[in-house]
């Protein structure tokens, strides 16, 4: 009889595509899923940081790096073209991809709202458009496959962030997303879930932390945990969300912020 962790758990033999898989919190979930028994693919720009990966990962280890821009359509029509003749089905998509900017309400310019939007809101929607034949492929009513997409507390909460108004909104927006799309997919074996986080390490957060003096200081004296959020926080959480143990749960919208927002 296999472990109730197996039971519940167990990811092996599953194939995942993480989107900016090879930095920050993208980098954890490919790691993540790496040990859990996964063939993964990650996409991203940078080889550099994708052979950086691979060689932390070894040789052994099923990671297929799929250069690609996702943030103009041709990019991700791209990546789903190659990713279909790779292989037949896909189990787990999580839509991590992100940029993030910030500018008082007088200077944000088309271009920088157009540029976050069309990274964090539109290429994850034509994504799984995309995707959908692969995803159908691999689902089941029993096990169906999984969409997680990195939301942000930054959607949830009123304050701008100091002008961040592209970037909550678009974060708002995929909150929104993932629970329409829950709501049309899960007959069709296919659950939908987001995961917004609070603040976790990354070049993102860096370069929060490098702009404004005492930040990193301010930010870790409000979060109840006392601590950012670390890889086994969100390869907790996708392990859950991608197992056995998360298959009745769909159009969920989870902070992952150690209290931050959720409990201050
Ligand atoms: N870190 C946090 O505390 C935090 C908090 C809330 C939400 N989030 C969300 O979590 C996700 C990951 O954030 P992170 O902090 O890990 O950010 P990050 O360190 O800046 O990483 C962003 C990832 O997206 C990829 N990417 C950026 N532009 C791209 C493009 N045009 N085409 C394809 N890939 C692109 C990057 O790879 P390349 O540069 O190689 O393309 C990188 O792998 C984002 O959606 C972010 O909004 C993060």
Redesign the pocket.
Known sequence: MPSIYEELFSLTGKTALV?????????MITRTLIRAGCTVFM????QA??EDLAAELGSDAPLIFLQ????QPQ?IQAVSAELSKLCPRLDILIN?????NAAPLGDTSNDSWDQVMG??LR?PFMLVQALLPLLEAAGSDAEPARIIN?????GLMPQSNGGAYA?GCS?AAIHQLTRMLASDMRSRNINVNAI??????????SGFFDAVPNLRESMLAQIPAGR??SAEDVGGMVIFLASRAGAYLTGSVTALDGGLLSAP
């Open positions: 989107t900016g898989g090879a930095k920050g919190i993208g980098a996409t991203g720009r940078s940081a994708a690609h821009d996702l943030s990019g991590n991809a992100g940029t993030f990274l964090n290429a990195l939301g942000s507390i930054g970037y974060k917004a986080p609070g603040y976790f390490p990354s070049d993102m957060t950012f959020g």
